[in-house]
Structures are given as C-alpha cells and as structure tokens.
C-alpha cells in the first residue's frame, strides 16, 4: 500500500495540478515576453488595484493564476494584502469539479469568496491588520525584509524605494543563467526539458478529461487506454520535474524559480521559466499529497464524512479542510458536494479558506507569512460559512444538500 500511494501521488500530482499551473504561467510569462516586463510594472505602479488583480488571478479555474502572484510579494511589487486576496479567491483545481457537475452552486460560491477576497485584500492594506508582525518575525528567520506588507526587492536592487536589500534569495545563488557546464548533462537537460512540455500537453488534455467525467478515481495502469496514458504521462511528468528542479536548472539555468521575473530574452527563456516554476510546484505538490495521503490510509479517515458532520460542524468543517495547502482534499469535498454528501454552507467555506497549491511557493521561501496568510483566508470562511448556516440557509434554501447540481 505504502508504494500504491507514493506512485499514485506522483502520478496524480502531475496531470491534477503541474499541467494546469505550466499553462497558466506559461500565459502570463508569455505575456511578460511580449510587453517586455510592462504588465508587472503597471501592477506594481497601480497598487490601488493590486488586490482587485490578485483576487481575479485567484479565481481562474485552478492554481495557476495564484501561484503567478506569489513571487511577486516576494519580488516586493505586491502588499501582502493582494496575496489574502488572491488566496482567499483561489479556486483550485476543485472549480473545474464543481464548475462541470454543479455549475449554479459554483456561481454563487466564487462569487462570494471574490467578494471576500476583495474585502480582506485592501482591509489589510489600509488597517494593516498584523502585517507588521509578520514583518518582525519574517526578518528573523530569513532575509527578506517587508515593511507594511510590502516585500523588498531579493534580487539585489529594492523594489520599493524606501528600502535597501543586498542579500540573496534562500537557496538560489544565481540569477537565471547556468552555473554549470557539461558535454553530456547540458545536452540532457535541454532535451529533458522539451520532454516535459510533450508530457504536460498530453497531461493537460488528460486532465481536463479527468475532470468533465467529475474526478473519478483512475486505476493505476499502464496501456494506451485513458487510465494507461494517465499513469504514463503522469509519472513521466513528475520525474522529469524533479530532474529539472533539482538537476537541469544548473545546467540551462533555474529560470528564477520562486521569483518573479522582469522580461525574457526569448521566446525559449520564456517556456524553460514556465517549466522551471511549474517543476518547483510539482515537487512541493508531491510532498502535501504524500502528506495528505499516508494519514488518510493510515487511520482510514473519510475527509467528506469530516466535512459533512451535522449542523454548524459543516462549514467549520470546510473552512478547516481548506487550511490543507494543496488541492486533493478540496477535489474530494468537492467530490462529495456533487454527490449531495456535503451542504452549500460547507462548499462556500471551502472555497474561501482552501488556498490550493499557490501556498507553496510562498511555505518555501516565506513560511511566517504562508502561515498568517493561511490564518487570513480561514477567518472570513468560518464567518460567511456559519451565516450561510444560520442566516440565509434556511431563508434561501441554499442550506439544502445538492443546490445546484447538475440533475440534483
């Protein structure tokens, strides 16, 4: 059972969540690409609309857009407020379950966790709201220095002109370029890394599948069937981010991973910082599946009968299960919700609370903040969660098991 769920997680990892976060980076690099860095340096002079955009890149299906944001609190070009937005916002990879079998109630759960999420990102801002504590307690663990929940600059030069940084970011020695040579691993690298877009497009349209048949569980097979190509292409993919992550990087360049870059040089720059930030993800998503996963069979918890406890337990319940960074908990509330297992109180407070897998960029390089960001988004989910319980459930109807599901 042990090696079942380790291959599993590697393999579930890669087609659930790293496909869908390649494409969603690969846009906004893109983008970078052809405005020559112009669309983060309008974000960072217009911060009056930072947690407005963050909340928005949240709320696009799957981690992808919340995980852009990430390194740009780092980078010091957004507050520390637009990151609660965007996470708050962060739908995950849940949305596309509860988009495809219950799209009225996915309407109305996003809808309100965009609200919160706009709400909470500029309340921080102008209250502050603890941000100065994070402030003191990240400078003491690691050196990147914020004021005001503002990030200063890591890479040599302050994005904020009222500060001054010249260390380096944990863990990364150099900018983007390779640190090493080699007549046979420089040549591997580069092929490695066109094999993972071969395998992230295949792993792409397989996941996608994965979701409009409603996430069902994918027997782990080898062939040319759906469940083969799954296992396949899965493994494939992770593997080879693992590589890159830990080996290719020095050999083409790391592509400034868990950072946000200015521009790109090339069109191929552009695809390898993509690929780059996508393989940084996928070994953190690795982990929390493991995490997830062991416990889960070890002491034969059933997640959705947790979440579906009775009465005002539900939406505790679902704001809680959010506190889990990664997106495999989150399918299978959602999973249940479609099943008519969960209320939409729970659904709602989930969708609030669950910061999906754009938290692990930030664990990785700003753990004090990840955690008080975590503690940010579960507050307005406890409190809109158990109103919808206690207030307008009962008034709505929208309390009843199976609101807006798809031949519910």
């Given amino acids: 059972m042990v090696a079942e769920i380790f291959i599993a997680s590697v393999r579930d990892g890669y087609v659930q969540v790293s496909a869908f976060v390649a494409v969603t980076v690969l846009a906004f690099s893109y983008v970078q690409y052809k405005t020559k860095g112009a669309l983060v340096e309008r974000l960072e002079a217009n911060r009056k609309y930072q947690p407005l955009v963050g909340a928005a890149m949240g709320l696009t299906p799957g981690c992808g857009g919340a995980i ?29 379950v509860i988009l495809a079998l219950a799209p009225e109630a996915a309407l109305y759960a996003y809808a ?20 100065g504590r994070i402030d003191r307690a990240v400078s003491r663990i ?32 150099h900018e983007s370029g390779p640190d090493r040579q080699s007549a046979v691993l420089t040549p591997l690298s580069h092929a490695a890394h066109g094999l993972w877009w071969i395998a992230a497009v295949f792993a792409l349209g397989l996941g996608i599948t994965y979701l409009a048949r409603g996430a069902p569980e994918v027997p782990l097979t080898l062939g ?32 400034q991973v868990g950072r946000a870059r200015e521009s790109f040089a090339s069109l191929y720059s552009t695809f390898q910082h993509a690929a780059m930030e996508t393989s940084f993800v996928t070994v953190w998503v690795l982990v929390a ?23 005002v337990l539900a939406p505790v319940g679902g704001a809680l299960l959010g506190l889990i960074p990664g997106c495999g908990p989150q399918i299978v509330l959602a999973g249940a919700y479609a099943q008519g297992g969960i209320p939409f109180s729970a ?4 969708a609030i609370s669950q910061d999906g897998d ?18 940010y988004t579960t507050i307005p989910a406890l409190i809109i ?13 929208l309390e009843s098991f199976g609101f807006g599901v798809l031949g519910g």
Avoid: C
């Avoid at 799954?230 to 693992?242: H, N, Q, R, V």
């Avoid at 659904?347 to 989930?350: G, K, R």
């Avoid at 938290?359 to 960001?373: E, H, R, S, Y």
């Avoid at 969660?385 to 109807?397: D, I, R």
């Fill in 68 to 96: 852009v944001m990430m390194p740009l609190y780092i980078r010091g070009t957004v507050s520390f407020g637009t990151v609660v937005a965007t996470l708050i916002a962060t739908a995950g990879d849940s949305a596309f």
């Fill in 385 to 397: 969660g158990v109103a919808l319980h206690f207030l307008w459930g009962p008034v709505l109807g």
């Fill in 289 to 311: 599946y493991l995490a997830y996963e062991y416990p889960v069979a070890l002491f034969e918890l059933d997640i959705a009968a947790i979440a579906a406890a009775a009465g």
């Fill in 224 to 255: 040319l069937d759906f469940a083969g190509l799954f296992t396949i292409f899965g493994i494939a993919g992770t593997t080879l981010s693992f590589y890159l992550y830990l080996v290719g990087r020095h050999y083409i360049g790391e592509g």
């Fill in 347 to 350: 659904l709602v407070a989930n």
């Fill in 142 to 173: 690691q050196p990147t220095a914020t004021d005001g929940g503002t990030a200063a600059s890591v890479i040599g030069r302050s994005s904020n002109p009222a500060h001054e940084y010249d260390g380096e970011t944990p863990g990364h020695t």
């Fill in 112 to 131: 309100m966790a965009f609200g919160a999420a706009i709400l909470s990102g500029y309340a921080i801002d102008r209250f502050g709201m603890g941000v």
């Fill in 358 to 375: 754009a938290l692990f960029p930030l664990i990785a390089i700003d753990k004090k903040a990840a955690i008080i960001a975590s503690i």
